[in-house]
């Protein structure tokens, strides 16, 4: 069975720093890999996602992620925090023979002027 | 653009009260879901729909039960509610079974139950 981990429950930043949300999923088969962002009393939205192609994705609001097959990790990152970004973020991970995905526990970003 | 549309937003019950959620996507998508959302557990699957006429148990079904309406509509319904239940409940759709389809969601159904 599919797991995904998301080390850190909360991560804090300032404003303009690099924004790094850490992902690390185990699968027995490839895997299709999402980014969701879920803002206060909202449902989640899609960041971005891996399916095949190249390994370095990019998605909305200026982040980023990079599927490191050797890792078996896809990191999220944004290299300049804004206020607005401060937000729940979800990695999620579809193994290849099952479109329903598993969701991380979460890791919230809280951004500091 | 409504997308995926949930009722209602907020909700407190009793214990042993029964209730349905209701949810609806304007996409055409033929894959719909429901989760629940509960501190530091992430999104857990209760029940979903591959397509209209079909439904299947998730990680957490017990206490709950669904009804595929038709193509757009995906109700969750608690028979009995037990405050093991209070939770945000979430809704959402995918355009089908392709691998590596997106979820869309709903804004959420916050629940008490007392």
């Known amino acids: 069975a599919q797991s995904v981990t998301q080390l850190g429950s909360h991560v804090s930043v300032s404003e303009g720093a690099l924004v790094l949300l850490r992902c690390n999923y185990s699968?027995?088969?490839?895997?299709?890999l999402f980014w969701y962002v879920q803002y206060p009393n909202q449902g989640l939205q899609l960041l971005l996602k891996y399916t095949t192609g190249a390994t370095l994705v990019k998605g909305i609001n200026g982040f980023e992620a990079e599927f490191k097959k050797s890792e078996t990790s896809f990191h999220l990152t944004k290299p300049s925090a804004h206020m607005s970004d401060a937000a729940e973020y979800f990695c999620?991970?579809?193994?290849?023979?099952?479109?329903?995905?598993?969701f991380g526990r979460g890791t919230s970003l809280i951004v500091h002027p | 653009n409504a997308g995926v549309t949930q009722t209602p937003k907020f909700q407190v019950l009793k214990t042993g009260q029964s209730m349905t959620l209701q949810c609806a996507q304007d996409m055409n998508h033929n894959s719909m879901y429901w989760y629940r959302q509960d501190p530091g557990m992430g999104l857990r699957l209760i029940y979903y729909s591959a397509s209209e006429g079909t439904t299947d148990k998730g990680e957490v079904p017990n206490g709950y039960n669904v009804s595929r309406l038709n193509k757009r509509e995906f109700s969750l319904r608690l028979e009995s509610a037990a405050p093991s239940q209070t939770s945000v409940y979430f809704c959402?759709?995918?355009?089908?079974?392709?691998?590596?389809?997106?979820?869309?969601f709903g804004d959420g159904t916050r629940l008490s139950i007392l």
């Open positions: 999620a991970v579809s193994p290849g023979g099952s479109y329903i995905p598993t």
């Open positions: 699968s027995s088969v490839p895997p299709y």
């Open positions: 959402a759709s995918s355009r089908d079974r392709v691998f590596g389809q997106p979820q869309h």
